[in-house]
T-cell receptor
Framework: RKEVEQDPGPFNVPEGATVAFNCTYSNSASQSFFWYRQDCRKEPKLLMSVYSSGNEDGRFTAQLNRASQYISLLIRDSKLSDSATYLCVVNIPSNTGKLIFGQGTTLQVKP | NAGVTQTPKFQVLKTGQSMTLQCAQDMNHEYMSWYRQDPGMGLRLIHYSVGAGITDQGEVPNGYNVSRSTTEDFPLRLLSAAPSQTSVYFC?????????????FGSGTRLTVV
């Protein structure tokens, strides 16, 4: 089983739609969680950290369910510019600093 | 504040050649790492470092060497390039050893081995 699993998609949605991505992780001791965005042929960029109480940044809402070991990202009022690959990332507690990346979910927002 | 700088952005090598991919960060980050990204494979960790003088292997270290003589620099050396090393390479850094704030990535090096 992969340490971090995501549905690769693609998710094809019209502008203005609400779309949600889920991600599951296998290590129950994981402590830090992130969503990264990666545009085609560019580097991944931190979109938002995910906190236990859930957090929102404009149209983006991230939630964490520790009991079920999944993380979600909700995008409201999708824009064409939201088209990208969204990477779910988990920090395994250790002294090595390694983050574990999911393979990404591709979102295509269409006019 | 430049962040994480990778050079070169593009490179074509012949099989058997060696080269060094450069990575430098100016944020005084403790942790640095190298990933490769291939279609359908996601990001795979090659080598990482939790501080100057300390390096360790990641998931796919074969064919690559690293060193960390300073906090700022973390070069990746390809010893004898092979077509299987054709990939996009990303360097990443984080403030602390536990990476609790996530990574900052460089813009990548696109390497083709012919």
């Amino acid at each position: 089983r992969k340490e971090v699993e995501q549905d690769p998609g693609p998710f094809n949605v019209p502008e203005g739609a609400t779309v949600a991505f889920n991600c599951t992780y296998s290590n129950s001791a994981s402590q830090s969680f992130f969503w990264y965005r990666q545009d085609c042929r560019k580097e991944p960029k931190l979109l938002m950290s995910v906190y236990s109480s859930g957090n929102e940044d404009g149209r983006f809402t991230a939630q964490l369910n520790r009991a079920s070991q999944y993380i979600s990202l909700l995008i409201r009022d999708s824009k064409l510019s939201d088209s990208a690959t969204y990477l779910c990332v988990v920090n395994i507690p250790s002294n090595t600093g390694k983050l574990i990346f999911g393979q990404g979910t591709t979102l295509q927002v269409k006019p | 504040n430049a962040g994480v700088t990778q050079t070169p952005k593009f490179q074509v090598l012949k099989t058997g050649q060696s080269m060094t991919l450069q990575c430098a960060q100016d944020m005084n980050h403790e942790y640095m790492s190298w990933y490769r990204q291939d279609p359908g494979m996601g990001l795979r960790l090659i080598h990482y470092s939790v501080g100057a003088g300390i390096t360790d292997q990641g998931e796919v270290p074969n064919g690559y060497n690293v060193s960390r003589s300073t906090t700022e620099d973390f070069p990746l050396r390809l010893l004898s390039a092979a077509p299987s090393q054709t990939s996009v390479y990303f360097c990443a850094s984080s403030r602390d050893r536990a990476s609790v704030d996530g990574y900052t990535f460089g813009s990548g090096t696109r390497l083709t081995v012919v």
